[in-house]
């Protein structure tokens, strides 16, 4: 393994500069001395989350599928009753049809719905990529119908995989 160059060894110490650790945790100092010209890295402690109440909590999505259910969609034994494909729509386009989507299926005694996000395009920036899908959870979390959905999970890859979700309805 070779060492750095000088320029190498600055570039590197300005990238270190804007780490921060995954865990809320404080990282642990590493026994191993870092190289002389990097400094290390401090980790950003963050306060502690506060207590959970005692009050109840209304169930999350995704809480109430059984084994069978888990193992249909897994395995991608479903079909599902109705599909939206959000492709090419912007976010306000995307969150007025998945409203649409709810409520027709709600109407109509649909149980299961198919929703096309796209896959997360590769060599993009993250913040660039994704922002469907990355709303589609809290979005239906905080749907007029979110009392009416019973599961949201990754579909299978004959729906498009990554790119799509099922969506669970309750019944009645």
Request: overall charge positive.
């Amino acid at each position: 393994m070779r060492s750095l160059s000088p320029e190498e060894q600055a570039l590197w110490a300005k990238v270190a500069e804007t780490i921060r650790p995954l865990s809320r945790l404080p990282r642990l100092e590493q026994a191993a001395d870092p190289a002389p010209s990097i400094p290390p890295v401090r980790p950003v402690v963050r306060p502690a989350a506060p207590t959970p109440s005692l009050a109840p909590r209304k169930p999350s999505i995704g809480a109430t599928l059984d084994g069978t259910w888990d193992r249909k969609l897994r395995t991608g034994q479903v079909t599902p009753d109705r599909t939206l494909d959000l492709h090419g729509f912007t976010l306000d386009q995307a969150w007025s049809a998945i409203d649409g989507l709810l409520e027709d299926a709600v109407g109509r005694g649909d149980r299961v719905l198919l929703l096309i996000t796209g896959h997360v395009p590769k060599g993009e920036p993250p913040v660039a990529r994704g922002k469907i899908r990355a709303a589609a959870h809290d979005w239906l979390a905080a749907s007029r119908h979110a009392s009416r959905i019973a599961a949201v999970r990754n579909a299978h890859p004959r729906h498009g995989g990554g790119g799509s979700l099922y969506i669970i309805l309750r019944r009645g």
